[in-house]
């Protein structure tokens, strides 16, 4: 061994066993002063002001930058953050975006190295930083600590069909059906329909009041069509899910046509598109919607809606907007009482940037904010349904929560491409389409599945 070489090693070695800590392998030394950027849409730092305030007093080294950005820069922003080296190192991505951004994002550990403080001594008491090796979270308890739809979101397989973990949620929103009090009471209609079936049909048609000239004056539901209906694509393809449809096979083949072991000949998803597109065809007894009427957001809020589909955000939209508004929300419709339950699934992932200089300290952030006891204060603050098992029984005492938190058992999602915008767009031009030309209603179908399926490849 050179002297030169042997100097070198000695100070190397010297360095490690003076500072008494081990660089992580996530890059990271434990005790150093550490400041965290963490990029979220909607929620502003206030919903998140304990959970840091918590998280400091045990890790006092690390600082959270916390940072809102309006969701309709949020993309851009983040891209061209990330691009150049400035970029956040931890963000929030859409359920539906979560294999689109999988090359830009970290995946858990097993294993961390943080610092926290501990109290020392017995008669002079001092605080001091220590370093521990801690475990993250075992897919076993993924599975068993958050609802179902979170595991089939957020855990992918690499390439050597090893199963990772991409991000976790702080909650889960479910699609639920919004109702005006006053004009089901004016139809004579107790409540609102549980189920697709006859008896919705005969409500939205009673529903629904058009002028002598055949305007819509008052829309019984919002379906049918897709620019001005909220979230009209998630209701179409709740609609698909819940009739049967395999929305992607094991191969990765978009149809909208596959029933697993459903009846041969019988196409779930054509008769989803046809039903739905029922409500905007002037010839069916349903005919509700067109074109020229308001976003349903609007029509609900002004009283000329009876019906529409929400997310649990909605409430205080449509309470701040028409704070005299009589409306109630209740569970979204089903097949049958006897057919398998299913609801739509809509959330955030909170996930660690791959280019993150402190991957170990962001991942312990996250996995302490989506505790139990510090997931309840964020959750407490913005009003919205958990995504954690252990407190859906306490949500479902929440007057404005409980039909979303009863759905959260149910809910699902499916893979929607590397790019969810552009399959969006294809979804509703299918809706268009069919709508239009009802005859050709089955190429409509066929055309929108294998354009959805270019999005599903790279």
């Known amino acids: 061994m050179t002297k030169k070489f042997f100097n070198i090693f000695l100070i190397f070695f010297l360095l490690l066993t003076t500072t008494g800590c081990q660089l992580s392998s996530h890059g990271d030394d434990p005790r150093e002063e550490i400041t965290l950027k963490y990029w979220r849409v909607f929620d502003g730092r206030d919903a998140f002001s304990e959970i840091i305030e918590r998280f400091n007093e045990r890790h006092p080294n690390i600082t959270i930058?916390?940072?809102?950005?309006?969701?309709?820069?949020?993309?851009?922003?983040?891209?061209?953050?990330?691009?150049?080296?400035?970029?956040?190192?931890?963000?929030?991505?859409?359920?539906?975006?979560?294999?689109?951004?999988?090359?830009?994002?970290?995946?858990?550990?097993?294993?961390?190295?943080?610092?926290?403080?501990?109290?020392?001594?017995?008669?002079?008491?001092?605080?001091?930083?220590?370093?521990?090796?801690?475990?993250?979270?075992?897919?076993?308890?993924?599975?068993?600590?958050?609802?179902?739809?979170?595991?089939?979101?957020?855990?992918?397989?690499?390439?050597?069909?090893?199963?990772?973990?991409?991000?976790?949620?702080?909650?889960?929103?479910?699609?639920?059906?919004?109702?005006?009090?006053?004009?089901?009471?004016?139809?004579?209609?107790?409540?609102?329909?549980?189920?697709?079936?006859?008896?919705?049909?005969?409500?939205?048609?009673?529903?629904?009041?058009?002028?002598?000239?055949?305007?819509?004056?008052?829309?019984?539901?919002?379906?049918?069509?897709?620019?001005?209906?909220?979230?009209?694509?998630?209701?179409?393809?709740?609609?698909?899910?819940?009739?049967?449809?395999?929305?992607?096979?094991?191969?990765?083949?978009?149809?909208?046509?596959?029933?697993?072991?459903?009846?041969?000949?019988?196409?779930?998803?054509?008769?989803?598109?046809?039903?739905?597109?029922?409500?905007?065809?002037?010839?069916?007894?349903?005919?509700?919607?067109?074109?020229?009427?308001?976003?349903?957001?609007?029509?609900?809020?002004?009283?000329?809606?009876?019906?529409?589909f929400g997310y649990s955000y909605h409430v205080p939209e449509i309470k701040s907007t028409a704070p005299n508004l009589r409306f109630d929300v209740t569970s979204l419709p089903q097949i049958s009482e006897s057919s398998r339950q299913i609801n739509h699934a809509n959330y955030w992932v909170e996930v660690v940037s791959h280019k993150s200089d402190h991957k170990d300290a962001a991942w312990n952030f996250l996995l302490f904010a989506t505790q139990e006891e510090q997931a309840k204060t964020y959750l407490d603050r913005t009003k919205k349904p958990t995504a954690l098992k252990s407190l859906i029984e306490e949500q479902r005492e929440d007057e404005d929560l409980e039909v979303f938190a009863d759905q959260l058992l149910t809910a699902r999602s499916w893979y929607q491409g590397y790019d969810s915008s552009a399959m969006e767009e294809v979804m509703r031009e299918m809706i268009d389409d069919a709508r239009n030309n009802p005859q050709e209603i089955e190429d409509a179908i066929t055309r929108g599945a294998s354009r959805v399926g270019q999005t599903t490849r790279r």
């Open 65 to 308: 930058e916390y940072r809102k950005i309006r969701y309709e820069d949020y993309r851009d922003e983040l891209l061209n953050a990330m691009a150049e080296d400035r970029g956040p190192d931890i963000f929030t991505i859409h359920n539906t975006w979560v294999r689109e951004y999988k090359n830009r994002i970290d995946t858990m550990p097993e294993s961390l190295k943080i610092s926290r403080m501990v109290e020392t001594g017995t008669i002079k008491k001092e605080r001091e930083l220590v370093v521990d090796t801690v475990s993250t979270m075992s897919l076993r308890e993924l599975r068993n600590n958050f609802v179902d739809v979170v595991y089939d979101d957020v855990v992918i397989k690499n390439e050597y069909e090893e199963e990772e973990v991409y991000g976790l949620p702080l909650s889960v929103d479910t699609l639920a059906m919004y109702y005006n009090r006053d004009l089901l009471n004016n139809a004579g209609i107790v409540s609102p329909p549980k189920y697709w079936d006859r008896e919705f049909q005969r409500s939205v048609a009673e529903l629904t009041k058009q002028d002598s000239r055949g305007n819509i004056v008052q829309s019984g539901i919002a379906m049918g069509g897709s620019d001005n209906i909220e979230r009209s694509v998630d209701i179409l393809s709740i609609l698909m899910m819940q009739n049967g449809s395999e929305m992607m096979n094991e191969r990765g083949s978009v149809l909208f046509a596959e029933s697993p072991g459903g009846s041969r000949g019988y196409n779930p998803g054509l008769e989803a598109l046809r039903f739905y597109t029922d409500f905007a065809n002037p010839a069916k007894e349903v005919y509700c919607w067109n074109d020229n009427l308001d976003d349903s957001i609007k029509l609900f809020t002004e009283g000329k809606l009876a019906m529409m």
